[in-house]
């Protein structure tokens, strides 16, 4: 779970931790930090998993996301007072991301993250402030792309040939098991009380979870779970000491920096550093309780019943039924591991 299938990305990563800080930090200093969950919350959605070093790709990575923001947050607006409509778009945003390699769980993210982060009664306005954030993602990766050029660092990749990933018709019955898992994980989260601060990520572990390979889905869940319980405890210790505005913003760079530095190097450092940031992030400026991180990973303990039962349990049971019939999953390794991707870009 922890062998390194990629380099670190310590420079991308400082500049877009830069720009993350910004975010914050400016928003603060204008006495207005509730902005900076909007703000901050478009920007990561738009910069995680990671990006592509090479130019053209990196374009078209940020590009394909802001659009899945853009209409995500606008379905999220839409129907945010409306928990069946919100349910059905969040199943057909899940299904759709599946299909591209590019958007892949920006949709799903976007819709559920600021359903929860918009305020009641909306408006369209509200989703200028999740738009801006985002274009602040090309910003810092142009600066960083700058400072590699000027300086002739190593790291920049030959422009890109051929196309990346799997075509769409191959990746429908992947479409097709992330539609029903997350439709399962809706209906679960729709049981839960009211009250329950963070039931909203059940829906979330899932959506991150489920991958085009069987085995790299296996991988992926023992790497969220292991992760996550890291994350949870930093997640405690960081705010069960009710810290000030400005270490809370420290901190969630630091996080940041490292989340976005070592995700291509091992999805499994994401699962740990990666939590606290997107915990913080979509409550900033307030702060969650602690406990908050305990139920997220109790969240991901049922979403990981629900894709066991969807990915693997449903299918063994169609081979005992059909003995013949051939597997769904594709044999050859078609993981959509973020370096496998950039790599076949460069």
Same mark, same amino acid.
């Given at each position: 779970?922890?062998?390194?299938?990629?380099?670190?990305?310590?420079?991308?990563?400082?500049?877009?931790? !830069?720009?993350?800080?910004?975010?914050?930090?400016?928003?603060?200093?204008?006495?207005?930090?509730?902005?900076?969950?909007?703000?901050?919350?478009?920007?990561?959605?738009?910069?995680?998993?990671?990006?592509?070093? @090479?130019?053209?790709?990196?374009?078209?990575?940020?590009?394909?996301?802001?659009?899945?923001?853009?209409?995500?947050?606008?379905?999220?607006?839409?129907?945010?007072?409306?928990?069946?409509?919100?349910?059905?778009?969040?199943?057909?945003?899940?299904? +759709?991301?599946?299909?591209?390699?590019?958007?892949?769980?920006?949709?799903?993210? @976007?819709?559920?993250?600021? @359903?929860?982060?918009?305020?009641?009664?909306?408006?369209?306005?509200?989703?200028?402030?999740?738009?801006?954030?985002?274009?602040?993602?090309?910003?810092?990766?142009?600066?960083?792309?700058?400072?590699?050029?000027?300086?002739?660092?190593?790291? !920049?990749?030959?422009?890109?040939?051929?196309?990346?990933?799997?075509?769409?018709?191959?990746?429908?019955?992947?479409?097709?098991?992330?539609?029903?898992?997350?439709?399962?994980?809706?209906?679960?989260? +729709?049981?839960?009380?009211?009250?329950?601060?963070?039931?909203?990520?059940?829906?979330?572990?899932?959506? !991150?979870?489920?991958?085009?390979?069987?085995?790299?889905?296996?991988?992926? !869940?023992?790497?969220?779970?292991?992760?996550?319980?890291?994350?949870?405890?930093?997640?405690?210790?960081?705010? +069960?000491?009710?810290?000030?505005?400005?270490?809370?913003?420290?901190?969630?760079?630091?996080?940041?920096?490292?989340?976005?530095?070592?995700?291509?190097?091992?999805?499994?450092?994401?699962?740990?550093?990666?939590?606290?940031?997107?915990?913080?992030?979509?409550?900033?400026?307030?702060?969650?309780?602690?406990?908050?991180?305990?139920?997220?990973? @109790?969240?991901?303990?049922?979403?990981?019943?629900?894709?066991?039962?969807?990915?693997?349990?449903?299918?063994?049971?169609?081979?005992?039924?059909?003995?013949?019939?051939?597997?769904?999953?594709?044999?050859?390794?078609?993981?959509?591991?973020?370096?496998?991707?950039?790599?076949?870009?460069?």
């Amino acid at each position: 779970m922890l062998r390194p299938v990629g380099p670190s990305r310590w420079g991308m990563a400082i500049w877009l931790a !830069l720009g993350l800080g910004a975010i914050l930090g400016v928003t603060a200093a204008v006495g207005r930090p509730a902005l900076g969950s909007a703000l901050g919350l478009g920007f990561v959605l738009t910069a995680v998993p990671s990006l592509p070093v @090479a130019w053209r790709p990196a374009l078209v990575t940020m590009g394909v996301r802001g659009l899945a923001i853009l209409v995500g947050a606008t379905l999220a607006v839409l129907t945010s007072e409306h928990p069946l409509a919100l349910a059905v778009v969040t199943v057909a945003a899940a299904a +759709g991301g599946a299909l591209s390699v590019e958007v892949g769980p920006t949709a799903a993210l @976007a819709v559920v993250l600021i @359903a929860i982060d918009v305020p009641h009664d909306p408006g369209a306005a509200s989703l200028v402030p999740y738009l801006v954030g985002g274009l602040v993602v090309p910003v810092a990766w142009s600066a960083w792309y700058g400072c590699t050029v000027v300086f002739g660092r190593r790291g !920049l990749p030959a422009p890109p040939s051929g196309r990346s990933g799997a075509p769409w018709r191959e990746r429908r019955p992947h479409a097709i098991r992330v539609g029903i898992a997350v439709a399962v994980a809706v209906g679960v989260a +729709g049981l839960l009380p009211d009250d329950l601060v963070g039931g909203h990520w059940l829906v979330t572990s899932v959506v !991150l979870t489920v991958q085009p390979v069987a085995r790299e889905t296996g991988l992926r !869940l023992a790497q969220r779970l292991s992760g996550n319980t890291v994350g949870a405890l930093i997640a405690a210790l960081m705010l +069960g000491t009710h810290p000030s505005l400005p270490v809370v913003a420290v901190l969630t760079v630091v996080l940041f920096t490292l989340a976005m530095a070592l995700r291509p190097v091992n999805y499994t450092w994401w699962a740990v550093t990666g939590p606290p940031v997107l915990l913080v992030i979509s409550e900033y400026p307030a702060l969650f309780p602690w406990y908050e991180g305990g139920v997220r990973l @109790a969240m991901n303990l049922v979403g990981a019943v629900i894709v066991l039962l969807v990915v693997f349990g449903a299918p063994a049971l169609g081979r005992l039924r059909h003995p013949d019939a051939a597997p769904d999953f594709p044999q050859r390794d078609s993981s959509d591991s973020v370096y496998k991707i950039q790599s076949r870009r460069s």
